[in-house]
């Protein structure tokens, strides 16, 4: 009896020194790799395009759905910087990103080893993958901090600015839900309802200096590179909406998702074939936002610079969509939704997403929020037509394994996974 307990107490410790120990090496790595080397690097003008194909092959005569005149036609734009921002939907429109690049053969900017650019430093070119001064690049679309000087050091003079926006409430009821962990100051929120505790008095337990703030204030403010712990009448806060303004031809959002993607169709000259998509890493309907009015108005007075940044773009959205004309939009929003529809009937078994534990293929698993599993993904038609059947499983793939796809090695990210699911966190 005793030398059975004592066997089962060595394999428990057995366990937890193994736990230990692979948590730590993890850590190391992720923190060596954090490590920035800053190697100066000669001064190479970037080409002013580098697209693949001469540009005579990528003419496309204008549709007549886009009501342009007899014979005016455009060229697709292929150089793209999508600011890619947080917990906005932006899996989704990677997807949509990615099969664009495939289907052009462009080259992507990625990160080395890990899915973003080093986030939260700010983004430096040498963070891309097989960087050399010269290089061309047509794409760059991972998780950054930005910073314009670099970027415009990597792409293309002529390249289009995309990027998206969301009701920074919800956004900050997202990002609390999934990086709330990460942040140590939430640890010691008492409660099961930590947001609404959080929100009661913000200021009681943010902890500005702390670990991972940047979460849980402002954070698009954030990922464009500004201060997010500006008071709201900085004069910084305008000049850095006003950047925004200056260097993105496009900021869509998240709430006019198809509206969004008709008004970029317009700027760069794409097709609507280019546009199709399904909603990638959805969370589950019982830990979607339920925010009360109240709860909601302390968000946005929280996070005021997402919120003043918010309504800015929401205005300049709806004058675009103005001067698109609005039952053209509507037109267009329609269709989009009647193609999506057909794609859903044609690729995903049951016609919706599932939850994780009905996921079939491993290769179709979404990546989880520590200690949960609530991201949901989708299970593939068995028999979808030889036609569709790469289509499909393009649209259906989570991020991790698109990005795997393309070539990115993401050792570190896969690695955390391994000992996240050991210890299961
Ligand atoms: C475009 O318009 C022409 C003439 O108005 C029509 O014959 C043609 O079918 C239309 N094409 C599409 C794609 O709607
Ligand atoms: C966005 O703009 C539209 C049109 O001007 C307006 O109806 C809506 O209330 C605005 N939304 C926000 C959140 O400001």
Not at 265 to 278: I, Q
């Amino acid at each position: 009896m005793a030398g059975r307990q004592g066997r089962q107490w060595r394999s428990v410790c057995k366990g937890l020194l193994l736990g230990t120990f692979l948590t730590t090496c993890t850590i190391l790595l992720y923190c060596l790799n954090t490590m920035q080397v800053h190697i100066s690097r000669p001064e190479v003008p970037v080409p002013y395009s580098c697209s693949h194909r001469p540009p005579k092959m990528q003419r496309k005569t204008a549709t007549n759905s886009s009501q342009k005149a007899a014979g005016q036609s455009c060229s697709p734009k292929m150089d793209i910087m999508f600011m890619k921002t947080h917990k906005t939907a932006s899996s989704t429109f990677l997807n949509i990103l990615f099969r664009f690049g495939e289907k052009h053969r462009l080259t992507f900017a990625f990160p080395s080893g890990r899915n973003d650019f080093f986030y939260p430093s700010f983004f430096q070119r040498s963070q891309v993958k097989d960087y050399r001064p010269g290089m061309c690049f047509n794409v760059i679309c991972n998780h950054m901090r930005f910073n314009v000087q670099e970027v415009a050091k990597l792409l293309p003079a002529d390249t289009s600015y995309i990027t998206i926006l969301r009701d920074p409430a919800e956004l900050f009821e997202s990002s609390f839900h999934y990086f709330g962990r990460l942040v140590p100051f939430t640890w010691k929120i008492p409660g099961d309802d930590k947001l609404s505790e959080f929100l009661r008095d913000p200021q009681h337990y943010f902890d500005p200096e702390g670990f991972n703030a940047f979460y849980l204030k402002n954070l698009l403010f954030f990922d464009f590179g500004q201060d997010n712990k500006l008071d709201l009448d900085d004069p910084r806060v305008g000049e850095g909406i006003q950047f925004i303004a200056e260097h993105f031809q496009l900021v869509m959002l998240v709430e006019y998702f198809e509206e969004s993607l008709i008004l970029l169709k317009e700027a760069l000259c794409w097709e609507m074939d280019d546009l199709l998509f399904f909603k990638l890493n959805a969370r589950k309907g019982s830990t979607v936002s339920k925010l009360t009015p109240e709860l909601r108005a302390r968000a946005l007075q929280w996070n005021a610079i997402d919120w003043k940044l918010y309504q800015h773009f929401n205005q300049t959205f709806w004058k675009k969509v103005d001067a698109y004309g609005q039952g053209r939009m509507a037109d267009d929003v329609a269709e989009l939704r009647k193609r999506n529809a057909a794609m859903a009937s044609i690729c995903i078994e049951g016609g919706h997403a599932v939850e994780a534990g009905s996921i079939q293929e491993t290769d179709m698993q979404p990546w989880q929020p520590i200690g949960e599993k609530s991201i949901m993904g989708y299970n593939i038609k068995k028999n979808v037509d030889k036609e569709h059947r790469k289509l499909c499983r393009k649209m259906l793939m989570p991020e991790i394994q698109y990005l795997t796809e393309l070539g990115v090695n993401l050792w570190i990210t896969k690695l955390w996974g391994r000992v996240r699911d050991i210890i299961n966190w």
